[in-house]
C-alpha cells in the first residue's frame, strides 16, 4: 500500500519530477551492463569520514547518515519525490483519532547475520535512542511519541518510551502525543531503523564493535574492508534484500574527502576518480552546468535559508517598530540579485517559509509580497519605525565561515541593506558552526544570524511546527503566536486540502511576523561523471544511490 | 655527544608539557560547544549534551582536561575521537602520509633552493641572481591556494600527467604535485637565504685565504663558501619539517590528502581538544627531534662547534 | 647546550700573500683610514649610492601613498557597492571593473593595502624585537638564559604557526567581537607574532653564536670591552644581518599569511578592505578562469609590495655588513 494518498504532485515537484525523469531516461537502456552477464560496476561517491559511529539513532550527519541509509530499512522507504511505500511494514495502521498506530511487520525480513527483523528489533532501538544515558544524538526524533518529553528523551525517570508497546513478534503499536495524520512520512528517517539484538552487550548497550561494523537490513551491506577510517566506506549489495530499493549497481564506495572538500571531489568528478558528487562547490557553479567534463545536474531542492532577528534585540521587539523593521529587512534584500550574482542561479529566491519540492507548495501565500525587493516600501517602513523610536547603531549578521559561500551572501546582503536603506550594516564571521550555535542556543547571541532548515521527512509542516511553535527545539529566536500555534496543531491532524488551507492561513502569520525572514530555497545541484546513468535527486537531495548504474 | 643528546632529549620534556599546556589554554578559550556540531541542525537535549561532555571532559577546566590528557599520554592512550576511534590510530593512519609529504617538500625545496641559492650568490647582481630574485619573489606572493589549483588544474585535470587528487589509497607519485606546492611557499626562503649565506661568506676571511692559497675556484666555493654558509639554511630548512606539516593544511585540503595536518584542522573546527594536543604533540615531537639534528649538523658543518 | 673550544680555527694558520699581487685586491682593500664612529651613519653612507635602496625606495613610497593617501589614486571609496555591477568590465573611472561583490576592483586595492601592509608591517616589528633580543642572548650568554630561552622558543615555535594561529584568532575574534580596523589588525597581527618570533630567536642565536667566535670578537674581549658592549656594538649588528633578510622576506610572507588565514575564512572580517580578503574571495575564479582580474590586480599589488621589502632589505643588509666596506 502507497501511504501517500497524494498521488497528485505539486507545480514545481512535477517540473523536478519531469526533468528528472528526462534524465534518467537520457542513459537510456541503462541494463545494457558492459562486459555482460552480472558483473555490475562498483559506484564511487562523495562522502566524509562519519563523526559518529554508524548506530541509527547516534549520527544525523551526512558522512555518516548517507551510508546508514543505504545499510538499513525502516518501516517504510521514501520514494524520489518524497512520498512513501512500505518497506518493512506490511501496514502501519491508525485508529480513529490518528493517535494509536498499529504496525505490522512483512514475514521473513531478516538482518544481514540472519537474524529476523521483529517488533522488539524496532522498539528496542528506538527505546535505546529515546533514553538520554545512551548519548544518541538522534533522540530528537521521537518527541510525537507518547512517553517522551520535548527533544525526544524519555520522560524523567523512566529508561523505555511509554508510547511503544510490542504486541508480538510481528505487530507494535506507537501512541503518539497529538493526533497526527502523516505520521508513517517521519518513520523512513534513520533514527526510525531497526537494530539487531546481536548489536547489545550483556549490559544492554550498543557495542563499539557495532558502531564501525553495522549489520542492517537494508539494500547494501558492508563488505570486508568496510569502514576505512579517513579512506572510505565500502558497500555491497545485500542478497537477502527483498525492499523496493533493490540495487542496480555493484556496490558504493563513499570515498572520503578530508574537510568535505568538494573542490577536490569535484577535480575528482572532472577527471574520472569519482562518480558522483552530489553538491557542486561555490568555485565550480558558474561553470559546472557547461563543463564537458561531467554531468550536471540542477534543480530545484529542500533546503531553506533563512535570516532570522531575534525578538530580543533593541528595536526589532514583538511590537509595531520590530514588525516594521523587520519588513523594511525583507523588502530590502534583493533576493533574485544575490541568487543570480553570487550562487549563479543556484539558489531560487523563497515565497514562503517551506520549500518547493513538497505537496502542497504554493508560491500564492497570503503576504508574501513582504519578500520582494521593494526599496521604497522597505525605505518608508524604516522611518515609520524611526518616528517611534530612533535607529541608530549598527546591523549585523553573524555567519559561520565553515559552510560553503555564507560569507559571499552575507556579505553581499548586508551591503544591500547598507545601500538601501541608508544604514551601518556589516557581516560578522563566526569560525565554526558550533561556535555560532552555541551564542544561539544559549541565547547570548546580539546580532541577527543566519538559519536554515533540512527537513527530515517530506512534509510541509515539518519547515514550520519544529522552527516556530512556541517553545519548539529549533526555535532559536524565540518565537510564540497562540493563533499560529493552533493552527500547526490542527494541520497536523487535517487531511488533504483542509490541511494545506491551514497550512496557508499559519503561513500568512509568519509573513505578518517574520520570525524568520526567508531568504531563498537551496537547489539540488550534482556533478556526476560522463558515463554513470541513473542519477536521479530524492526529496533530500541526495541521489537514490541504489539506482546509479556505469 | 651522546651524553649531549641525551641531555637534549631530556629537556624536551618541558617543551612538550609547555606546549600541551598552551594548546589546553587556548582551546579552552575558544568559545563553541563541540556537541553542537554533533548535533547539527537538531536540538540536543541537556541530559545527553551533558553526558558526551563528560565522557570527553569538555566541560572541565584545562589543567584538569591536560591532566588526563598527560595520564593517559604516558601509557601512549590519547582517548578516542568522536567518532569512536582512538586517536593513536587516528595518528597511525595520517602520520605517515604527511610525514612523506613533508620530507618530499623539504627535499625538493633544498635541492632547488640551495643550488639556486648558491648560483645566485656566486654570482651576486648578475642575471641569473636577478631572474632568481623575481621567480623567487613571485612565488612568495602567490598564495598556496591559488597556486595549488591553479597547478591541479593545469598538471592533473588539463594535461593528466599525474592525479590531481590524493585520497585514501595514496602512493608516492600522487603527492609529488602537491609537494612541489607545499615546496614553493618555501622555497623563496631558502633560495634568499643560501644566496645572502653565500655572498657574505665569498667575502670572508676564510674564503680570501683559501683563495690566496692558491685553492681552484671551485675547492674555495665547495670547501670553504657553501660548507659555512649552509648554517644558516641548514637550521632554517631543518626547523621548518613541522610547519611544513602544518602548512599542509591547504594544500591537503586541496588535493584531497587524508593527512594529520587536515585531521588537526577538521578536530580543532569540531572542538576536540584532546584530539588535536595529541596531533600536535607529534609535530611537536617531529620539531624537538628535527632541531636536535640540525644542530648536531652545526658540529658537521662548522668545526668551531663542539658538544660536550 | 653548546660550548666551544676554541682550538684551532681555519685561517689561524694563515698565508697572507702579497696585497699587490693578488686580484683580490679590491675586496681585499679595507679603508682604515675610515673614522671607526658611527656604524649606523656609515651605513647610510653607503645607503644613499645604493640603486637597490633607491628602487626600494621609489615602490615602497608609492605603497606608502596608497596606504596614506588614496584618493591620489582613485576617486572611488571602498565601502561603495552594488551587488547589480557584479563582474562588470573596466570603464571610465573604473580601470579594473568590479569584482563579484560589486566593488571596485582597483578601489579595493588601493585602500586594501593598508590592512595587509600594517598586518605585514607590525607582525615583522613584533617578532624581530622579540627574536634579535631572545636570541642574542641566548646566543651570547649561553648557559641557564640559552636553556630558558630556547625552550620557550621551542615551545611556540614547535606548535604549527598556521595550526597555532587558526585557533588563536578564532579565539581572539571572540573575545573582540565588535572590532574596528585596528583591532582586526591587531588580532591577526598578535596570533602570528605569538607564534612567528621564534624563528627569529633561532636564527639570531645561530648567527651571534657564529659571530661570537671570530676575532674581532676576541679582539674587542681583549682590549677590554665589557660583555654588554661586546654583545650590543660588536656582535649583534654583525648578526643582524641575516636577521634582516629573514625578517623582510618574513614581511611578505606574514601578508601573504593573512589570506591564508581568509581562505580558512580567519583573516581580517569582510568589513575591512584588505589584499587577502580580496584574493581568498576571488579563488573562485580560478577554477572558472573567468573574470581572473579580480585575482590579478591585488596579486600584484601584493608582489610589489613584498619585492619592495626585499629590496629595502637587501640594501640595508649590504650597508650594515662590515665586512662589505669598500673604498
Redesign the interface.
Known amino acids: 500500500m502507497r501511504l501517500s494518498r497524494r498521488t497528485r504532485l505539486a507545480g514545481v515537484a512535477l517540473i523536478a519530477a519531469g526533468s528528472l525523469t528526462l534524465a534518467a531516461c537520457g542513459g537510456g537502456s541503462d541494463d545494457k551492463s558492459e562486459g555482460g552477464g552480472g558483473s555490475k560496476s562498483v559506484i564511487t561517491v562523495y562522502g566524509t569520514n562519519p563523526q559518529n559511529p554508524l548506530i541509527p539513532t547516534a549520527t544525523n550527519e551526512v558522512g555518516g547518515g548517507d551510508p546508514i541509509d543505504n545499510l538499513f530499512s525502516g518501516l517504510v522507504a521514501y520514494n524520489t519525490d518524497g512520498s512513501v511505500t512500505n518497506e518493512v511494514a506490511k501496514s502501519i495502521e491508525p485508529d480513529a483519532a490518528k493517535k494509536v498506530w498499529t504496525v505490522t511487520l512483512k514475514d521473513g525480513q531478516k538482518f544481514t547475520d540472519g537474524s529476523a527483523v521483529t517488533a522488539e528489533s524496532f522498539v528496542k532501538a528506538w527505546n535505546y535512542g529515546a533514553n538520554p544515558d545512551n548519548k544518541q544524538l538522534n533522540n530528537y526524533f521521537f518527541y510525537p511519541i507518547e512517553g517522551t518529553d520535548d527533544i525526544g528523551n524519555t520522560v524523567k525517570g523512566a529508561k523505555t518510551v511509554s508510547g511503544l508497546k510490542v504486541i508480538d513478534d510481528k505487530k507494535f503499536t506507537i501512541t503518539l502525543k497529538s493526533a497526527e495524520s502523516d505520521f508513517p512520512l517521519r518513520l523512513g528517517y534513520s533514527a526510525y531503523f531497526p537494530v539487531p539484538d546481536s548489536a547489545y552487550d550483556s549490559a544492554g548497550k550498543i557495542t563499539k564493535e557495532y558502531g564501525e561494523h553495522p549489520i542492517g537490513n537494508g539494500p547494501y551491506k558492508l563488505t570486508k574492508s568496510g569502514w576505512e577510517r579517513n579512506k572510505q566506506i565500502s558497500l555491497e549489495p545485500n542478497p537477502d534484500y527483498q525492499g523496493v530499493h533493490k540495487p542496480k549497481n555493484g556496490g558504493l564506495i563513499f570515498k572520503f574527502y578530508a574537510g568535505g572538500g568538494t ?1 577536490a571531489a ?1 577535480t575528482d568528478v572532472q577527471s574520472g576518480n569519482l562518480d558522483v558528487l552530489d553538491q557542486v562547490p ?6 559546472f552546468e557547461s563543463d564537458d567534463k561531467v554531468k550536471a545536474y540542477n534543480e530545484p531542492g529542500s533546503s531553506f535559508s533563512s535570516l532570522t532577528i531575534p525578538e530580543r534585540l533593541a528595536h526589532f521587539g514583538n511590537d509595531e517598530e520590530g514588525d516594521l523593521r523587520r519588513a523594511a529587512i525583507s523588502e530590502a534584500i ?1 533576493r533574485p ?2 541568487t543570480e ?2 550562487f549563479n542561479n543556484a539558489r531560487t529566491p523563497a515565497s514562503d517559509f517551506t520549500s518547493p519540492v513538497l505537496d502542497g507548495w504554493t508560491d500564492k501565500v497570503a503576504g508574501n509580497e513582504v519578500l520582494k525587493f521593494n526599496a521604497e516600501d522597505a525605505k518608508a517602513k524604516w522611518a515609520a519605525a524611526d518616528k517611534i523610536a530612533k535607529w541608530d547603531g549598527k546591523f ?1 549578521v553573524a555567519y559561520n ?2 559552510g560553503a559561500g555564507n ?2 551572501f ?3 546582503m548586508t ?2 541593506l ?2 538601501t536603506l541608508g544604514i551601518d550594516a ?4 563566526y ?2 558552526f558550533d ?1 555560532l550555535r552555541k551564542d544561539v542556543t544559549d541565547r547570548t547571541i ?1 546580532t541577527a544570524f543566519r538559519t536554515g532548515w533540512q527537513a527530515d521527512y517530506p512534509s510541509m509542516l515539518n519547515y514550520l511546527g519544529p522552527i516556530y511553535a512556541t517553545g519548539a527545539g529549533s526555535n532559536d529566536g524565540d518565537y510564540s503566536n497562540k493563533d499560529f500555534d493552533k493552527l500547526i496543531q490542527e494541520a497536523s491532524a487535517a487531511e488533504g486540502a483542509a490541511r494545506y488551507k491551514l497550512i496557508g492561513e499559519a503561513q500568512a502569520i509568519l509573513m505578518k511576523d517574520l520570525p524568520a525572514i526567508p531568504l531563498w530555497y537551496q537547489n539540488a545541484t550534482a556533478v556526476t561523471a560522463k558515463d554513470l546513468k541513473g542519477f536521479v535527486f530524492n526529496w533530500k537531495q541526495k541521489p537514490d544511490y541504489y539506482a546509479l548504474t556505469k | 655527544m651522546w651524553w ?1 643528546v641525551a ?1 637534549r632529549l631530556l ?2 620534556i ?2 612538550f608539557i ?2 600541551v599546556a ?2 589546553f589554554l ?2 579552552q ?3 563553541g560547544d563541540p556537541v553542537l556540531n554533533l548535533a547539527g541542525n537538531k536540538p540536543v537535549s541537556q541530559e545527553v549534551r551533558n553526558a558526551i561532555a563528560a565522557q570527553y571532559h569538555l566541560d572541565d577546566p584545562w589543567y584538569s582536561q591536560m591532566f588526563y590528557f598527560i595520564k593517559g599520554a604516558l601509557t601512549l592512550d590519547f582517548g578516542n575521537t568522536f567518532s569512536g576511534q582512538p586517536v593513536m590510530d587516528l595518528i597511525k593512519e595520517t602520520f605517515p602520509v604527511t610525514v612523506t609529504l613533508a620530507f618530499m617538500a623539504l627535499l625538493i625545496d633544498a635541492i632547488l633552493g640551495i643550488t639556486i641559492g648558491t648560483i645566485a650568490g656566486l654570482n651576486r647582481n648578475g642575471f641569473f641572481d636577478s631572474t632568481a ?1 623575481v621567480i623567487s ?2 612565488l ?7 597556486l595549488g ?2 597547478m591541479q ?1 593545469i598538471f592533473g585535470v588539463k594535461l593528466g600527467w599525474t592525479s590531481p587528487t590524493v585520497g585514501g589509497d595514496w602512493t608516492v607519485t600522487d603527492l609529488i604535485l602537491p609537494a612541489i606546492v607545499l615546496a614553493i611557499a618555501n622555497f ?2 631558502t633560495i ?2 643560501t644566496r ?2 653565500v655572498a ?1 661568506n665569498l ?4 674564503v ?2 683559501a ?3 692558491g685553492l681552484s675556484n671551485r675547492a674555495v666555493v665547495r670547501n ?1 663558501v657553501l660548507r659555512n654558509s649552509l ?2 639554511v641548514v ?2 630548512i631543518g ?1 621548518n619539517l ?2 611544513l ?3 599542509a ?2 594544500t591537503e585540503t586541496i588535493f584531497n590528502v587524508p593527512g594529520i ?1 587536515n585531521a ?2 577538521q578536530a ?1 573546527q569540531q572542538g576536540q581538544t584532546a584530539t ?1 594536543v595529541a596531533i ?1 604533540t607529534f ?2 615531537m617531529v ?2 627531534l628535527m ?1 636536535l639534528l640540525v ?1 648536531l649538523i ?1 658540529a658537521v658543518l ?7 | ?7 684551532t ?3 689561524q694558520e ?4 702579497p696585497v699587490d699581487e ?1 686580484p ?1 685586491r679590491e ?2 682593500a679595507v679603508d682604515i683610514d675610515a673614522v671607526p664612529a658611527n656604524q649606523w651613519k656609515e651605513a647610510w653612507k653607503r645607503l644613499r649610492v645604493s640603486i637597490l635602496f633607491w628602487l626600494s625606495v621609489v615602490i615602497l613610497g608609492v605603497i606608502a601613498a596608497m596606504i596614506f593617501f588614496p584618493t591620489l589614486f582613485t576617486d572611488v571609496k571602498p565601502t561603495t ?4 555591477k ?2 562588470d568590465p573596466a570603464s571610465d573611472g573604473h580601470p579594473f571593473g568590479y569584482n ?3 566593488y571596485d576592483v582597483w578601489s579595493r586595492t588601493v585602500y586594501g593595502a593598508r590592512a595587509s601592509v600594517a598586518v605585514g608591517f607590525f607582525t615583522t616589528i613584533l617578532t624581530t624585537i622579540l627574536g634579535v633580543v631572545t636570541g642574542a642572548v641566548a646566543g651570547y650568554y649561553g648557559k641557564f638564559a640559552d ?1 630558558i630561552i630556547s ?2 622558543s ?11 594561529c ?6 581572539l ?3 573582540f ?2 572590532r574596528g580596523f585596528w583591532l582586526s589588525v591587531l588580532v591577526v597581527v598578535l596570533a602570528l607574532a605569538l607564534f612567528a618570533w621564534p ?1 627569529i630567536t ?2 639570531m642565536r ?2 651571534v ?2 659571530t661570537k ?1 671570530l ?1 674581532f670578537v676576541d679582539a674587542a674581549t681583549a682590549i677590554g670591552a665589557s660583555r654588554m658592549k661586546n654583545l650590543w656594538r660588536h656582535i649583534v649588528p654583525n648578526a643582524l ?2 636577521v634582516i ?2 625578517a623582510t ?1 618574513s614581511l ?2 606574514f601578508i ?1 599569511a593573512e ?2 588565514l581568509s ?4 583573516g581580517l ?3 575591512v578592505a584588505s589584499w ?1 580578503n580580496d ?6 575564479q ?3 578562469g ?1 573574470h581572473l582580474r579580480v ?1 590579478y590586480v591585488p ?1 600584484a599589488a ?2 610589489l609590495t ?2 619592495g621589502f ?1 629590496l629595502l632589505g ?1 640594501a640595508v ?1 649590504e650597508a650594515l ?1 662590515p ?2 666596506r669598500k673604498k
Open positions: 573542490d569535484y561555490p568555485s565550480a557553479l558558474t561553470t534583493n540579485e544575490i550574482k553570487i549585523v565561515n565553515d560569507k559571499e552575507t556579505e553581499a551591503n544591500q547598507k545601500n556589516e557581516p560578522k564571521v569560525a565554526t561556535e546580539k | 649531549y641531555k629537556q624536551t618541558p617543551v609547555g606546549a598552551i594548546l587556548l582551546l578559550l575558544r568559545q630574485l619573489l613571485l612568495i606572493s602567490i598564495p598556496i591556494f591559488v589549483f591553479v588544474l623563496a626562503y634568499r637565504l645572502t649565506s657574505e667575502s670572508a676571511d676564510h680570501r685565504t683563495r690566496a692559497k670553504h648554517v644558516p637550521t632554517y626547523i613541522g610547519s606539516m602544518a602548512g593544511v591547504i595536518g588537526a584542522y580543532i588535536v600536535v609535530m611537536v620539531y624537538v632541531s644542530d652545526y662548522d668545526p668551531r662547534i663542539r658538544y660536550a | 647546550m653548546h660550548e666551544t673550544q676554541p682550538g680555527r681555519p685561517g694563515r698565508f697572507v700573500a693578488t683580490l675586496i681585499d557597492v552594488d551587488l547589480g557584479s563582474f563579484q561583490q560589486g636553556t625552550r620557550l621551542d615551545i611556540f615555535f614547535s606548535i604549527p604557526l598556521l595550526l597555532a587558526i585557533v588563536t584568532v578564532s579565539v575574534n571572540n573575545r567581537p565588535d624563528q633561532r636564527q645561530g648567527a653564536l657564529e667566535n676575532e644581518a641575516p633578510v629573514t622576506i611578505g610572507v601573504v589570506t591564508s581562505f580558512l575564512g580567519l572580517p569582510p568589513s587577502g584574493l581568498s574571495a576571488a579563488q573562485s580560478v577554477r572558472s573567468q585575482m596579486a601584493l608582489a613584498v619585492l626585499i637587501e643588509r655588513d665586512k662589505a
